[in-house]
């Protein structure tokens, strides 16, 4: 790990520098401020000696979504500098882009103005043998430590359990999520637990409190893995705007968990098509993800369907589709 400064914009210094004594085969940069810095860094060297390694940029969101939703002025200056790099006006282009789900490439294509199939497509690795293991470890929260992992799902003291994880923006929904409990179609809500941390944590806390939730919805904040929670969880909720490529809803899904999810980008549907191995709710009223869960909880499908399509997405296959690319654009291994 290189420490190249708190801020993108001033580690120029310290990027080219680094390029020019570490000599890279290839380099990959995530997010605009990142990718603009890697081309200036490189294309500054570039004769002078400094290296000459390919460069891709990578994108981990649905762009037009993102975009429409940042109030940011520096955020569509990073846009605006990043559309005119990948249209050749500023006279250095990364060799490749490389998008983590096809929604996301398709729609960077689009917004863009770029050919079909110019983005690559690699998705993000989730499971190693490690990761795999992780989801029996115990699992410290009270509504969950009694279940055993993997287990038949069943009726437990207290009731089932609901989990949903993520950053708390208004990106991934939980205003929503809570809301819905308060239109549960038969009988009291399930207790749910939300994981992570953001600046929306006091309005939601609000949200719960009015409602009268405060027994029922426990905000736990930020745990070291999500996992052993997925492994005891009764099912699991997405209620996103839109996604990228949802990691935690892979790493649900390959704990065997059911899920509910919203219809949005780069969510349940654009990942795997008709083998969606979930509940999609295309509409965004409370009562209609309510009535979605409730269903998914008497009728929680196959579990073996689920960890089959969720580990798919290996440390090895990511891997070995970076080395695809990379001996495409010229990089030798060994």
């Not at 580690?11 to 520098?17: H, T």
């Not at 939980?174 to 207790?191: K, N």
């Not at 295309?282 to 196959?302: H, N, Q």
Request: with cysteine.
């Amino acid at each position: 790990l290189v420490d190249l400064g708190g801020r993108a914009r001033r580690a120029l210094p310290r990027a080219r520098q680094y390029l020019r004594e570490m000599q890279p085969d290839l380099i990959i940069s995530a997010r605009d401020y990142v990718n603009l810095l890697m081309l200036a860094a490189r294309g500054w060297g570039r004769g002078r000696g400094g290296t000459r390694a390919p460069l891709i940029w990578t994108y981990h969101t649905h762009r037009a979504s993102e975009m429409a939703g940042q109030a940011g002025r520096m955020d569509h200056m990073a846009d605006w500098m990043a559309r005119q790099v990948v249209a050749g006006r500023a006279g250095l282009r990364p060799e490749a882009l490389v998008a983590v789900s096809a929604p996301v490439a398709r729609g960077l294509e689009a917004d863009m103005g770029l050919a079909p199939d110019f983005v690559h497509v690699i998705e993000n690795p989730v499971w190693t043998g490690a990761r795999l293991a992780a989801r029996a470890a115990p699992c410290p929260h009270p509504w969950l430590q009694d279940r055993a992992p993997f287990g038949q799902r069943k009726s437990h003291a207290g009731g089932a359990v609901i989990l949903a994880a993520g950053r708390l923006v208004v990106q991934k929904g939980f205003a929503t999520l809570i809301a819905a409990l308060q239109h549960w179609p038969d009988g009291p809500a399930p207790r749910l637990i939300l994981l992570g941390q953001g600046p929306l944590e006091g309005a939601l806390r609000a949200q719960i409190a009015q409602a009268g939730l405060a027994e029922r919805v426990d905000l736990a904040g930020h745990v070291g893995d999500v996992l052993p929670y997925m492994a005891r969880a009764d099912l699991f909720v997405m209620p996103s705007l839109w996604e990228g490529f949802p990691l935690t809803l892979i790493e649900a899904l390959g704990c065997g968990c059911p899920v509910v999810v919203s219809d949005c980008p780069g969510g349940l549907r654009d990942l795997f098509g008709t083998e969606a191995p979930g509940t999609v709710v295309t509409g965004r009223a409370p009562a209609d993800l309510a009535c979605a869960m409730a269903r998914t909880l008497a009728a929680p499908g196959d579990a073996a369907a689920r960890l089959a399509l969720a580990h798919r997405y290996t440390s090895e296959r990511a891997a070995e589709r970076y080395l695809a690319l990379a001996r495409a654009l010229g990089c030798r291994e060994g």
